[in-house]
């Protein structure tokens, strides 16, 4: 898989506003489209002011991708504190960012910890000592965490509670609510609580990662040594219990609370004198050594198993805990001290999600939303099949606009039930635990047709679901294999072998989101459906490749890493470098989830230099600086956030004209450029060219409402006026297919 064979082109606290870029190399001018958002981009020659392209670019052109991770997180709880968002909204941004902070100690702390320990070297553009880096993470999290815990407790909690939406205390309830929770508990949770002293006789308990726990001190009444012991918080009750049901509203009493004014029954005869609740992150990394291991199921399983054993890598306690206790945990986990977090108001406000979809209250929520068929996919009084319309030209669907139901999963199980089709290769990444992917696959198996699955067992936190899918999948006949030994496959790619008369047509789906029908409606991905030939023939090869030994390298209509995709990006940046150079518009735009890799980000900044207008649309990491004279004046980074998650990847080259458009399933970071199987597909359907334009466009455009990079790696929020507010993207593409509600 190395450089395609070319191919002929086809068709966050809001702060003030930073004043509107003036044209560059005046080369820009704006038209905006009925809806007020589309631009007309018409990039020009240089002026000769930007150093040459060849000369040394500065050794500090990049930023840290960790504290730019954080910034990106930063911005989910920018979403959170806005007072426009509704209110159970900013609720599950709350959790939203408890839940991804989570996720970047599990994983990305965890790994810079391990390099620390193996005394490996640093690694990133930016060169940052690894001990440095986590104490700016340490510091950096605890500003955030700080910020995310007065959010909840002065602002969202009794805007909550004014709606009859209330986390209440204890000491809140009346006598009979008292006695019916008393009951509860008795009934529910004491029979599972285990208290763990901590003595000579009794070593400090094991603490499961991100496990809720009491961390409880008692006396005996009598005198002798203050004594400590560990209750763990049961995770199979609910976080928040119901206080209860006929009273107007919703009231929820944290479990913990309901635990701790009861310990005196796990204590009998003690005395207790402090509790508070504290939480543990270990790392979760899995490690395979696919060369040793024969059975790479076999081998995940036994690491799967392992991880929960990982070492910790940061300590959440109540800000009300005393000194003692809190030296105890630090000392009996081995933690570092920047990696102890003091939370005030609840921990783990990753739970708020059980009170958002308690809340019956849509008026506190976003509106909402059918996600539409796409009108070429409409059958109309006489139903047609969607192989008949591939046949007519390309489908480019946009989710969760267009419905996943109706377009993709609609391909997949026409396919399963046509007698015609002979065959289906199908990549799995990630799909729902009630697949009607998975169940179609099974169904077409059980007809007699060729059905070749690839699982990615390797897929991070989806492994033990991947497993369960593999499992399925081959009892019931399907071919199922796990990719190649030392790349993870995460392309999104289906292949339809069909018989049509005396010959074999093949449609493909190449998408940049999985085929999973619940995160359809949150992700925001662009797939397309074609019938194209050259496109079936790449499919078919990729399929060798990752299949049997197939050393394919080169294809039509894909880029295909790890050897083609950056070789392929960067080839198409310095054409847009050479069209400047002789007079003609250069012009990229990217839309991306991140950009880290640092070859990909020095071509974008020669690309700067030479004259050439760059957007980049990037929901999370960046590490590029933008806006910098002499290095990148002439690129523009926006972030775009909302209800939907931004997950698709496009890249569009201007092409003196003849606009090149890409799309797919990688980022540009190492691990999707260097150790995955990632593919994009160039779009030359000139409907589908069209949409990918005015959605780059819009999103771009000067009226949309984004955060904005600045070239010393801080991210400000656009602000609007009364007269001229700022419009969001996501709610403008909405109405336009008629999806939303109300």
Partial sequence: MSTPRKHPAGQPSATDDPPAAEPRNGARSRAADSAGLEEVLDAGTPTGDEPPATDPLPEDRFLNRELSWLDFNARVLALAEDPGTPLLERAKFLAIFASNLDEFYMVRVAGLKRRLQAGLPVRGGDRMPLRTQLERIGERAADLVARHAACFVDDVQPKLAAEGVQIVRWADLENPERERLRTWFRGHIFPVLTPLAVDPAHPFPYISGRSLNLAVAVRDPDGGAELFARVKVPNNVPRFVRVDQDRPGVRFLPVEELISVHLGQLFSGMRVVECHLFRVTRNAEVEVDEDRDEDLLQALERELARRRFGPPVRLEV??????????????????????????????????????????????????????????????????????????????????????????????????????????????????????????????????????????????????????????TLERAGCHVVYGLVGLKTHCKTALVVRQEGNQIRRYCHIGTGNYHPKTARLYEDFGMLTADPEIGADLTDLFNVLTGYSRQTAYRRLLVAPQGIRSGLIERIEREIEHVRLGMPGLVQFKVNALVDEEITDALYRASRAGVHVDLLIRGMCTLRPGVPGLSENIRVRSILGRFLEHSRVFRFGNNGEAEFWMGSADLMHRNLDRRVEALVQVSDPVARAELDRVLSCAMGPEVDAFELAGDGTWTRRTGTEDAPLVHLQETLLRRVGGTAG
């Fill in 318 to 471: 109540a800000a009300s805990i005393s000194d003692h206790m809190l030296e105890l945990l630090v000392r009996e986990l081995d933690m570092d001290a920047h990696d102890v977090l003091r939370v005030r108001g609840l921990l783990d406000l990753s739970a708020l999600w059980q009170v958002y979809g308690a809340a019956d209250r849509p008026e506190l929520k976003d509106k909402p939303f059918v996600p539409a068929t796409h009108p070429r996919l409409t059958e109309g009084e006489v139903p047609r099949s969607v192989f008949a319309t591939l046949r007519d030209g390309d489908v480019l669907v946009h989710h969760p606009y267009h419905s996943f139901a109706t377009s993709v999963q609609r391909f997949i199980e026409q396919a399963a039930a046509d007698p015609n089709v002979l065959a289906i290769k199908q990549t799995l990444y990630r799909t729902s635990g009630d697949s009607p992917i998975v169940d179609a696959l099974v169904d077409a198996a059980a007809a007699g047709k060729q059905v070749v699955v690839l699982v990615e067992l390797k897929a991070r936190f989806d492994e033990v679901a991947n497993i369960g899918w593999a499992r």
